[in-house]
């Protein structure tokens, strides 16, 4: 028996050994963080060889600034990144990210993803360095006794009849009817829903007509007092009756559920001519720079995220969409979206979704976008003259784009 016992125990310490441990930065906190800890709780307790280890960096740009940091000093900075949409093309330029084509199994798992997904991790180059996983698509979110106060029974569905409503709303409550966005998502399914482009051929497109019919129009809703400009305050502000609706992502609703105080109604994103929405959230890319054991780690555990059962267990706690169309033909998942009004719009919206523009002079040019939106929004600064000028100060980002 003696001769066993260190048998036994060298044979535990290589049983240990033989674990890989992987890190994943990720950037959501609040009730989405807790979810991505839940969720790599779940998968730690249902792996023998993988331990995955969350490391929160406070946001997207967060787990972008580690990521760039980690490539200037040769060593990255997680094995995971949980990077948004836009910012994928940036990482993967600098040759940071392992091509996931090269990975066991790829092409069934990829083939199981919605579409518009599909497009939005494939590259010009064909190759994918990230894959879909909290993804997400904005709806409206509105105050039913605000709406009631004003004569409406139902939420406004085209953003004509959005116009009209805000205008009776702020009449007959006092308060903002709906609080706008200068960040460009939202604007990005409107002008798309108007028969416009965002960008195109290498150039920044919101100086045509489709796209500035789109931003005169929001403008008019800011010049007769209708709306006021979305900030991280707009929650708050909903919450305690002083925004009557706003427009955000389907993933905003465990955050609404925690602090909003009322039973509040969700709707499908208004549209002009035709609707379309823009997709967004992140995505999950594995560092090229570690070793083959830990990609091998990493891959188990995004593949494992991606399965449907995953998915349905951090939809329940996340609510963001389905990003495999067997998720959203399970019973169970069918079932939990009727359960609460409102809950199914999003994977609803996605036989009509697509990609946000992820060129690097689009990103790189977003925060110029915002100013020359707040501008005219809040200064009530010329449309033409300031989309313009908009145009011709970013055109120098989009140089290499074809």
Do not use: C, H
């Not at 709306?227 to 305690?240: G, K, R």
């Not at 891959?299 to 067997?326: C, D, G, H, S």
């Not at 079932?335 to 919206?349: D, F, H, N, R, T």
């Amino acid at each position: 028996m003696k001769k066993l016992l260190p048998l036994l125990t060298l044979t535990l310490l290589s049983s240990a050994a033989a674990k890989t441990d992987v890190t994943f930065m990720y950037g959501l906190g609040g009730e989405l963080g807790k979810a991505i800890e839940s969720m790599i709780k779940q998968f730690n307790a249902a792996q023998n060889d993988v331990t995955v280890r969350g490391e929160f960096a406070n946001d997207y740009e967060g787990v972008v600034q580690k990521a760039l940091a980690g490539i200037a000093a040769g060593q990255p900075s997680a094995d995971i990144l949980q990077l948004e949409v836009s910012y994928v093309p940036r990482i993967a330029a600098s040759g940071a990210l392992l091509n996931l084509k090269t990975m066991p199994g790829f092409q069934k798992s990829f083939d199981s993803f919605w579409p518009v997904f599909k497009t939005q991790v494939t590259r010009d180059d064909g190759n994918v360095y990230s894959m879909p996983w909290n993804n997400s698509n904005p709806v409206l979110y509105y105050n039913p006794e605000l709406l009631k106060k004003a004569g409406m029974t139902t939420p406004p569905r085209t953003y004509p009849q959005l116009r009209a409503a805000a205008k009776k709303i702020k009449d007959a409550t006092g308060v903002a009817a709906i609080a706008l966005p200068s960040f460009p998502w939202v604007l990005e399914g409107a002008i798309w829903s108007n028969g416009g482009e965002v960008v195109d051929n290498g150039k920044l497109l919101l100086d045509q007509p489709a796209a500035k019919e789109v931003i005169t129009d929001w403008a008019g809703f800011f010049r007769d007092g209708s709306a006021v400009l979305q900030t991280p305050n707009t929650t708050a502000d909903f919450a305690a009756g002083k925004v009557a609706m706003f427009m955000a992502s389907v993933a905003s609703r465990p955050g609404l559920n925690a602090s909003v105080p009322f039973k509040f109604g969700t709707a499908p994103l208004p549209y002009y001519k035709k609707p379309v929405v823009p997709v967004g959230g992140a995505t999950l890319a594995i560092s090229k720079g570690v070793s083959k054991e830990r990609q091998d780690a990493a891959w188990k555990f995004i593949t494992w995220l991606a399965q449907p059962e995953q998915q349905f267990t951090w939809i329940k706690m996340a609510n963001y969409v389905p990003i495999t169309r067997t998720t959203s033909r399970l019973p169970a998942y069918q079932a939990y979206v009727k359960s609460v009004p409102g809950l199914e719009i999003g994977g609803q919206q996605l036989p009509y979704a697509r990609p946000r523009p992820t060129t690097a002079g689009y990103v790189q040019g977003t925060q110029e976008i915002i100013k020359a939106l707040d501008k005219i929004f809040l200064q009530s600064a010329p449309i033409d003259a300031t989309l313009g000028d908009l145009v011709q100060r970013t055109q120098p980002l989009f140089k290499d784009t074809k």
